[in-house]
């Protein structure tokens, strides 16, 4: 396994320090990145030996892999709504990306359909299913484009989360704020409120649900609508491209910035607590013993993590401690890494395989999703050969390591193969290499909760937990803070902490540095 950070660590920096984040997941990552831009002294601590979280990569014989993340929108295009394209604008540092359309493809039984960034091209693959459908789905998408370019008039880099935030836009953005008046109601809609108004077709109903659950790990009804309105704008406006050297390549600049800026990155530096002095943050204590003192900690662990073992249970009110426990996630997956040989391979890199149409398409191992990011970057693999990362919702109650562990794995990844073969039919004939994740795994390495990938919230069902908490001088950013799995929202989450953490003047001067 190889470190994706591209140069040694520098050393602790010498005290006052301002800021410590947990985590260097891509909400640590940006948020502490942001910060160092600000002028402020900050330090990622890393329990791993790998930055990069949930979306880190690593390597074995030869294959280079992305643990998670493999589709990404907006990362070249200087128009793109991206908020991790905004922080690394602000960082100074680019990405080298090879676009691609079709996008991937969609296999239900009733059909395949090419998703293609192009709205029409997409439109007539979904008419080869259902004509009717096809003309449903079009007053859906053209509705939730229309909030897309109402909200391109704020960028995410001006945004903050307290009450601040509602004088940067009325001193900076009030013509913009008025283009999305007509759309305020939209704004706390679900998806599937949308759709109810506009598609009656069942299986086009379905074709929704299933790029909702791509996005949220929800289906439409649990889905807030601006996540699926930035979904279809980036990849209709902004385009659909792989980063050269895959998922690494975003922590490496990530990285790269946060050390530009004066920031600094310790791996295998695993924080042990949180520590607390009258109800306020002072610092962390290592597993080794040392002790880093700030008055703002910054945690990139899940709300589970940061509240059951960070911190003490007296630490946090106790009705406000329950409450955010009891915070509904999203299971776990079933991860499959495979080095397989591509001798007589023609194929396109993502594909989502809806096994059985009478079952929920949340049902784990009914809904696969595969990447083979080798079909753009042929650096990922050995010369002949493909990268293939296939994925399904797997629940983490009832794993145990015991004797039958290694045999359930092999059982659950079974689906995996069976989707798998949709797309390629000797696909275990080829096989070199294979590596079967699952939730103990991610719970692991990744040291998150259940190997969750964060909160399961309903859209009009309650809020995701906010940056702040009751306790003076600690953050939360990352996926427990922000609607959606993907790497916008959690990029989004470290603007919005980091924003909050500055005086509104340093906001501006960014944004006019950067403009």
């Known amino acids: 396994m190889k470190s994706p950070v591209p140069s040694p660590q520098s050393p602790v920096p010498s005290p006052p320090l301002d800021a410590i984040v947990i985590g260097s997941g891509i909400g640590g990552l940006c948020t502490a990145g942001l910060l160092a831009r600000y002028g402020k002294r900050v330090i990622v601590c890393e329990s791993h030996t790998i930055a990069g979280g949930a979306a880190h990569s690593f390597r074995r014989r030869g294959f280079e892999f992305d643990s998670g993340p493999s589709f990404y929108c907006g990362l070249a295009d200087n128009q793109s709504l991206n908020p991790l394209k905004q922080v690394l604008d602000v960082l100074g540092e680019s990405l080298q990306v090879i676009p691609y359309d079709p996008l991937g493809k969609y296999h239900f ?5 090419a998703v293609y960034s ?27 484009l229309g909030l897309y370019d109402a909200m391109k008039g704020i960028p995410t880099l001006a945004l903050r989360s307290d009450w601040q935030v509602i004088l940067l836009l009325l001193q900076r953005y009030l013509p913009s704020l008025g283009r999305m008046l007509p759309y305020l109601p939209l704004v706390q809609s679900s998806v599937g409120n949308v759709m109810d108004t506009t598609v009656h077709h069942p299986w086009v109903r379905r074709l929704i649900d299933l790029e909702c659950f791509l996005l949220s790990g929800l289906k439409a009804h649990g889905t807030i ?22 998922s690494a390549a975003i922590v490496n600049a990530l990285v790269r910035g946060l050390s530009r800026w004066g920031g600094t990155l310790r791996l295998g530096c695993h ?67 495979l080095g397989i040989r591509a001798d007589g391979l023609e194929m396109t890199g993502h594909h989502v395989v809806v096994q059985d149409s009478s079952q929920d398409i949340t049902i784990p191992g009914n809904t696969c999703m595969i990447s083979i990011p080798s079909v753009w970057d042929a650096s990922l693999a050995p010369e002949g050969h ?52 699952t939730p103990l795994t991610h719970a692991h390495y990744l040291r998150r909760h259940q190997g969750t990938y964060g909160p399961a919230i309903a859209a009009g069902q309650g809020m995701f937990p906010s940056t702040h908490t009751p306790i003076q001088g600690l953050y939360l950013v990352g996926d427990s803070t922000m609607p959606g799995i993907g790497v916008p929202a959690v990029a989004a989450s470290g603007i919005l902490c980091a924003n909050s953490l500055v005086e509104r003047s340093q906001i501006v001067e960014l944004l006019q540095a950067i403009n």
Request: hydrophobic share 40%.
């Open 109 to 113: 039984p009733e059909g395949t359909v």
């Open 118 to 144: 192009n709205t029409e091209k997409y439109l007539h693959e979904v008419q080869q299913i259902t004509s009717e459908g096809a003309k449903e789905l079009q007053q859906f998408i053209e509705r939730l």
């Open 225 to 246: 609508a601006p996540e699926v309105a930035f979904m279809l704008g980036e990849r209709s406006r902004a385009g659909v491209e792989y980063p050269v050297g895959g």
């Open 271 to 337: 924080v042990e607590q949180i520590l607390l002095e009258a109800g306020k943050v002072v610092g962390v204590r290592l597993k080794n013993g040392e002790v880093l003192n700030a008055p703002i900690v910054i945690s990139n662990a899940t709300i589970w993590d940061t509240y059951n073992h960070l911190l003490r249970p007296e630490d946090l009110p106790v009705a406000y401690r329950q409450n955010a426990l009891k915070t509904p996630t999203v299971d776990s997956f079933i991860h499959l890494h």
């Open 386 to 437: 493909h990268v293939v990362h296939a994925y399904t919702l797997e629940p983490y109650a009832g794993w145990e390591r015991n004797d039958g562990y290694a045999v359930k794995k092999r059982e659950k990844a079974e689906s995996l193969y069976c989707a798998l073969e949709r797309i390629i039919p000797d696909i275990r004939e080829r096989v070199v290499l294979e590596l079967i994740g």
